[in-house]
Antibody, heavy 122, light 110 residues
Framework: QLQLQESGPGLVKPSETLSLTCTVSDGSITNSTYYWGWIRQPPGKGLEWIGSIYYSGATYYNPSLKNRVTISIDTSKNHFSLRLSSVTAADTALYFC??????????????WGKGTTVTVSS | QSVLTQPPSASGTPGQRVTISCSGSSSNIGTNTVSWYQQLPGTAPKLLIYTNNQRPSGVPDRFSGSKSGTSASLAISGLQSEDEADYYCAAWDDSLNGWVFGGGTRLTVL
């Protein structure tokens, strides 16, 4: 069964760039049926979609974060990555990577990573 | 402020039926299908309902979903203590060209 695992620094300084990677195991990231995305959850708050990427490299970003977000994909390593620049304390959150199934019909986020906590602090 | 609107809390006693609402607009729920996610304490969200009313394999039939116009609902019948969790609705938004979520509903089993 396909699994997702987030990895990256747990602490980032203000104004610096947050970088996370999601490794896909027991499945191929080049499967044309799926998109791959990032979701975050600030402490005690709800879920926020950050952006999504297709194996071809096509991306969709949350308009509220678009100027600071880059999502990339490395099909040779079967992983995709998130970069969020100029971070502030408001970017402190639990970050999840997800698989998005049925994007054109029956869209859903059907596989989630366990999440990784990122704290922005000096 | 979330694009989709959910009540912040809901509650019920074991065996009861509870419903959680999710209100949107013509650019999201009115046009696209709704999915629901269950987040147990300290864990990642899990897909509970997709395409308004479809259950993934392994989700008990006590959970059901519906959609009408720009609103959707999640119903849980035969409430159990292990259903105590946060529940989120989500839909694709054609105006934002991205996913939008509800603010989440914390379900308490009394």
């Amino acid at each position: 069964q396909l699994q997702l695992q987030e990895s990256g620094p747990g602490l980032v300084k203000p104004s610096e760039t947050l970088s996370l990677t999601c490794t896909v195991s027991d499945g191929s990231i080049t499967n044309s049926t799926y998109y791959w995305g990032w979701i975050r959850q600030p402490p005690g708050k709800g879920l926020e979609w950050i952006g999504s990427i297709y194996y071809s490299g096509a991306t969709y970003y949350n308009p509220s974060l678009k100027n600071r977000v880059t999502i990339s994909i490395d099909t040779s390593k079967n992983h995709f990555s998130l970069r969020l620049s100029s971070v502030t304390a408001a970017d402190t959150a639990l970050y999840f990577c997800v698989r998005e199934a049925g994007v054109t019909i029956h869209p859903r986020m059907d596989v989630w990573g366990k999440g990784t906590t990122v704290t922005v602090s000096s | 402020q979330s694009v989709l609107t959910q009540p912040p809390s809901a509650s019920g006693t074991p065996g009861q039926r509870v419903t959680i609402s999710c209100s949107g607009s013509s650019s999201n729920i009115g046009t696209n299908t709704v999915s629901w996610y269950q987040q147990l304490p300290g864990t990642a969200p899990k897909l509970l309902i997709y395409t308004n009313n479809q259950r993934p394999s392994g989700v008990p039939d006590r959970f059901s979903g519906s959609k009408s116009g720009t609103s959707a609902s999640l119903a849980i019948s035969g409430l159990q203590s292990e259903d105590e969790a946060d529940y989120y609705c989500a839909a694709w938004d054609d105006s934002l060209n991205g996913w939008v979520f509800g603010g989440g509903t914390r379900l308490t089993v009394l």
